[in-house]
């Protein structure tokens, strides 16, 4: 690619001084040049917002981009002594920006790469077959086969009405409704309650753009970003699920229609009453597109154009419930700078527990149909973990994506989907297959690498030690249980991880080791008790993340857990969990003083009331974590049953030989000779960490093209 020579150039006074949210600023001759609006190797969509610092206030400098006029505009930052600049038209590929005094030669120059506004910037080729569905959303069929549309801004109010739908839409052209409501922000301005809605196309995604603003006045923008009804805050919400993409998605993440406005369902329409912006998209939706780096990309872009336009958030806070947990916990990790601080709920520490939940939940299911013994609930409960064994009957198979042709609501045409015997080349939806630019493929097969491993797990062993279940049982189960094939079905021989896979899932952080991003944000961890009822939110999962925090990190003080009794409607109280955030938040950005980490900057900011805490559905709040314990007891899962630590982060073990000193009663020679038989190549050894795991690299990038 061929750079053209820089010429456009505009003069003004700048001053020192500068903080990042992305970039380490490039400083030459006193001059300093940072991206704000993202990183400086991920711009998207043409434009960039850049911070300028010169060697004095009075310094007239020159500013030259792209080797042609860009129209950028540079104006006083809110911040003394900064200014800020919007550069427009950038180039497709590399771009050169230099500053200098005016009048001389460059002093400071940064290489940004800007990419186009469909994507992609970090995940890697664009999936296909894929499905457009912008007439899902009203919005007409798409322009393009990127699924674009035109910009759409509508407006809404909130009437007085107390019944019904108070959402009605706003005429900005015509008088005040007379029935029109207001609201208090926090900020403490009581305004007239007018929401403004954004609607339009990023990385093929829909996205949407939620905040107050009364038509007439001026919008927030780079340089004045409270000079409106904005509080400057952001919340970015995230949708539940697990399943293959190959569709835009007929969903914003997290996001719920009213017929009128979109508003967000874990917070009603709290935070846009109390002046937050709310974001989102339909590829941040897991119920979309189960595939993390996607939706770490597309809430990249679709932040990068919020700051571009209206300013760079004083934080912005993740929302969501469930596959929207699994989002928040990785792009934290993974992705540090995108997210301040989370409010997961329903959660699951990443997807890969969950899948490995699910999966060992059919094999238990398989082990007990088929087993010449006779099972009770209590002990199938007791191999599995649970609070009662309908949690595996209900789930077991209720998320199949291990299994290439479970293409429901991907958008896939059915003659297009992958069959073992009709169509080899057709479209997998697997997990995996999913997410097929991190994992690679298989040369063999041509199919995605797959981590899933359960070789050496010896399921029920803590029934086993516990009395619940006898040897006999435990070893025909063990025997039977089997694994899966590359297809998802069932096979007799254990599931054996692509060696390639488990590297990458350690290196590319699908596995949520919590040390890096996540030990910088503060953790609401909010959970409804469901356990006992089947439903797959169990409370075990809030402890999994609180354990890998500690483990990594020496403390899990950055994350509080709320357990809500059931009968509670979450969003009743999650604007209680948001308000917390705000205020912990808020008292890190006022602490000036030095910390040797940010964890300790996390945890040294946690207002004293934010603890954590279980309710009852009469309104009772208990701090007493021993009677929450009581009230809403802790159960487990089949691998935690089989010996693996709650702290762990393996997918497949290392394997030691079989021990008798492992098993409480003593055994017979027969029964080790049974168990050598049952684990021919040894059992989990759960003292060492798992194979090829490591922690993480961040802010990786998969490729653009």
Known sequence: MSRMRITTTLAIAIAMGAASLFAQPIKNGGFEIRTLSTRAEMVSGGD??????????STQIAIAFGGRDAGAEIKPSPVASRFIARVRNLQ?????????????????????????????????PHQTPFACETQAFGLGQSLD???????RVDYFYRSQQTEGNPFKPYDANGPKPLDLATTTTLDGKTVPYIVRRERGTINRAVYVIAFLHEPGTPLPDPWNPSGSNWNGRLVYSFGAGCQAGYHQGRAIGGLLANRYLLEESQLGDYAIGKGYAVASSSLNAFGTSCADV?????????????????????????SGRSGGSMQQHLIANNYPGLL????????????????????????????FETSRLAWTDAQKTAVAGEANWDFCARNGTAFPVLRPGYCDRTGVPADSVYDPKANRSGVRCTYQDNMVNVFGRDPSTGFARRPIDNVGVQYGLKALNGGQITFEQFIDLNTRIGGFDIDGRIVSARTVADPEALRIAYQTGRVNATGQGMATVPIIDARPYTDGTGDVHDLVNSHITRARLAAANGTSGNQIVHVYGPGIFMDRVQPANLDAIQRWLDAMA?????????????????????????????????TDMRRCAEMFPVYS???????????STLLKCELKAVDARDYNARLTNDQLAALRTAFPSGVCDYTKKGVAERLPDTWLSYGSQ
């Open 294 to 318: 996607i939706s770490a990309e597309t809430m990249m872009m679709v932040k990068e154009h919020f700051i571009e336009q209206f300013g760079v958030p004083r934080y912005t806070i993740g």
């Open 637 to 647: 899962n089949p691998r935690l049953n089989a010996g693996q630590p709650m702290s």
């Open 590 to 622: 006022n602490d000036k003083a030095p910390a040797k980490t940010p964890l300790e900057k996390v945890i040294r900011n946690r207002p004293p009331s934010v603890t954590d805490a279980c309710y009852t559905k009469d309104g009772e709040t208990i």
């Open 145 to 151: 086969a990127d699924c674009t549309i035109a910009t």
């Open 340 to 367: 301040d601080g989370i409010i997961p709920t329903a959660a699951f520490p990443d997807t890969l527990v969950f899948l490995n939940h699910m999966a060992d939940c059919e094999l238990l299911e398989h082990g």
């Open 92 to 124: 497709v590929g590399e771009n050169v920006i230099e500053v200098g005094s005016s009048g001389q030669r460059p002093s400071a120059r940064l290489t940004v790469v800007n990419h186009a506004i469909a994507g992609p910037v970090i995940s890697g």
């Open 48 to 57: 960039v917002l850049i911070e300028i610092a010169a060697p004095s206030p």
